[in-house]
Every structure is written in C-alpha cells, then in structure tokens.
C-alpha cells in the first residue's frame, strides 16, 4: 500500500524525507494518507453512544479505524462502517449462530482473520441484543488479558 522510493542517498517513504538532488512524483504524504483512511468522527460517536449500553466506554482510534475498551480491554472495534465484537472459543458458536462475520483486515488475504465478529445494524440498534452480544464480547475481552498475564512469582522464602 505504501509506495517506497529509492534515491542514491535515503530511502523515501511517501516522499515525507526529500533528498533535494533527487527527482519526486508527487504523492500523498503519509498523515495525508491515513486522516483520508480515518473513520468519521460522526459515525465514531454514534457507535460509543450505543456501546456504551455496555458500561463505560471509552475508544481510541487507531489502524483508520477504532477500538472500544471497558476496563482498559479491547471489546470492539471499528472499520468505519462496521463494528466487530471479540470473539473466543466461548463465544463464537453464539456470534456464528447469528450470522456474525469474522473481520478480515485485509481483501487480499482472506485466510488471515481476526477474533472479531461483524454486529449487525438491526442487533446494533436493539438495546437488548446489543447488550447481550457486548457482554459476550467484554467477557471475552477479560479472558485474553487474563491469560497474557505472566504467573506470578513465588517469592523466596528466607531462611533465618
């Protein structure tokens, strides 16, 4: 996606670096390239003001898109046009039952999905549903920060 240039001198990303005894195309610099890629913040609003059915939501946009957390965990994320829930082996057959689609990042790369699953617009909109699917979703959430945790260590117990 991003296109790289050599000159005798620097590599230039995007043409951000210009090495002024080398010759240009003009291109999109690299800020350019990603707040044309960044959600609406309209549209960013709209979905924290739903999710936070869930409790205390805070977002942080990221990647062109967003991540919803509670408690500090992602729960959520966004492209923009959808909203994607965490999934795990506890909650996928649910998601899966109801037709949610894994997020794929990337169209050229179908096989590489994420652990997120598509939430509708009608579940969006459905206080209940939503609420329902977006505790799956925390639940989750608080599973896979669990198991990053390293396990404690026992302390030495000192000989006197």
Known sequence: ???????????????????????????PSILSLLNSMSIHQDILDY??????????????KMFGGA???????????????????????ENRARFESRRMK????FEDKPEQ?????????????????????GRLAVEAAARAAHKKQPAKTKRAKSKT
């Open 1 to 27: 996606m991003f296109h790289v240039e050599q000159c005798p001198r620097e590599v230039v990303i995007l043409n951000e670096v210009k090495d002024p005894s080398c010759e240009y195309e003009d291109k």
């Open 47 to 60: 979905y924290l003001e739903r999710l936070s059915l869930l409790g205390k939501v805070s977002v942080k």
């Open 67 to 89: 991540g919803f957390y509670v408690n500090g965990r992602v729960f959520a994320i966004t492209d923009g046009d959808t909203v994607y829930l965490k999934g795990d082996e």
């Open 102 to 105: 894994q997020f794929i990042p």
């Open 113 to 133: 999905k994420m652990n997120y699953y598509s939430l509708s617009s009608e579940d969006l909109e459905d206080d209940d549903a939503l609420r329902e699917l």
